[in-house]
């Protein structure tokens, strides 16, 4: 079957469509963001083809009624005009009447030539990303205008045709979401037990258990530093697609989790103590947004290291690495505030981290809680294997069906 081919823009000047940018940052100002207004979705908002709406800035109210041309609707497609410009996300009822924020382009489509859910699977593509990144403009620092998504060429297969590879390619997605959603329950209940027993101190025994200079009897009070192995930032990578060693960046550390299929290949030698292990807790270490984030490695990586913004801590063996990762993630308020230097710049020194205080259960509590979170660890892992798995089934099935290769 033979697909047509045009510009989007002309798809738009057809239908009635609309590609905009944001409200520029002279439109925005530091008074016109407060705690409880309507969310406006920038670029570091776009995660994995979706809004996340925990990091999102708010505006009053009075500047959403001045920058209403700038509402979202269901079915209107975001990504970002600078930076990560292969980011993108399908606004959904939830995010219905937020802002298109600074930094960000928003696309609606009208009519059935060419449908919101089949032009976000098309801007997926290898070779839709490749021609945004060519025709962007910079240097340091891709930018995307709303003249240049215009001139970008899709494909228009019949409204059937496109309705079919959305729907197919969407059920890829609705399970990867079903699967994050229940990592997500499962890291919920593991930081509860651990908050349980040793934030609320109502761990098992404790209340047979005297309470001496402010710790239960027989644990104690140390630091990160004096309870690590090993402490120190990553390398500078070589950069090369080819390669068969893995550098995981700040990108890759969000939520508690870490997500390696964020990371690059790269071919830097580096020594075994900078080859991440099972426990190792990474710490996002360098500027602005990302600043102290907190994961773990809980599966064994070959040939991986990090790069020189991210922090590995290493817990030694006489502290349980379960017990130590959670910990080190409940200090990630704690990290997120302690960096040092000027905007864009702030460093989270390895001084800083290593001096952090750390409560020292006995060893028979920190026993219990490992053995305890052991089977969430592993349900964890498994799930994290299956969206990895239906990632790269969706991502090979991808332009197979936008190219016709495989009928619908």
Excluded at 114 to 125: G, K
Excluded at 208 to 224: A, C, F, K, L
Aim: charged share 25%.
């Amino acid at each position: 079957m033979a697909y047509r081919i045009d510009t989007l823009g002309n798809v738009c000047d057809r239908t009635g469509g609309i590609i905009q940018t944001g409200p520029f940052g002279s439109q925005l100002h530091e008074r016109d963001y407060v705690a409880d207004g309507t969310p406006a979705v920038m670029p570091k908002d776009i995660v994995d083809g979706r809004i996340n709406s925990e990091s999102v800035a708010r505006v009053a109210q009075r500047k959403v009624d001045e920058l209403a041309r700038h509402r979202l609707r269901t079915g209107a497609i975001v990504l970002p005009r600078r930076g990560e410009i292969n980011k993108r996300a399908l606004i959904s009822a939830q995010e219905e009447g937020w802002l298109c924020g600074t930094g960000c382009i928003k696309i609606e489509l009208e009519g059935d030539e060419l449908l919101p859910q089949f032009l976000y699977f098309y801007l997926a593509l290898p070779s839709t990303v490749r021609w945004l990144e060519l025709h962007a403009v910079g240097s340091t620092m891709l930018n995307l205008s709303a003249s240049i998504v215009r001139s970008m060429p899709v494909l228009l297969p019949p409204c059937h045709v496109q309705e079919r590879i959305a729907s197919i390619l969407s059920a890829y997605d609705d399970l990867i979401e079903n699967n994050r959603r229940r990592i997500a329950l499962l890291e919920r209940a593991a930081r509860m037990i651990y908050q349980e027993w040793f934030v609320r101190l109502r761990f098992p025994g404790h209340e047979h258990t005297r309470i001496v200079d402010g710790v239960p009897e027989g644990w104690d009070r140390s630091s990160i530093g004096r309870l690590s192995v090993y402490l120190n930032r990553g390398i500078s990578p070589s950069y090369n697609d080819d390669a068969r060693g893995l550098v995981i960046s700040q990108k890759c550390i969000r939520d508690r989790l870490l997500d390696v299929t964020k990371s690059r290949r790269q071919n830097r030698p580096f020594g075994p103590e900078k080859q991440v292990q099972v426990g190792d807790v990474l710490i996002n270490s360098t500027g602005e947004g990302t600043l102290g984030r907190v994961a773990q490695v809980k599966t064994a990586l070959a040939d991986c290291t990090v790069d020189s913004h991210v922090t590995i801590v290493r817990p030694s063996s006489e502290i349980g690495w379960r017990y130590f990762g959670m910990a080190l993630m409940e200090l990630e308020p704690y990290f997120s505030v302690m960096g040092r230097g000027a905007t864009n710049q702030t460093e989270l020194g390895r001084a800083t981290i290593g001096e952090c205080p750390l409560l020292v259960p006995s060893k028979s509590v920190v026993q219990r809680f490992e053995i305890l979170l052991s089977p969430f660890v592993q349900q964890v892992l498994n799930l994290t294997a299956q969206v990895a798995l239906l990632r790269e089934a969706r991502d090979l099935l991808l332009p197979k069906l936008m190219s016709g290769e495989i009928e619908v």
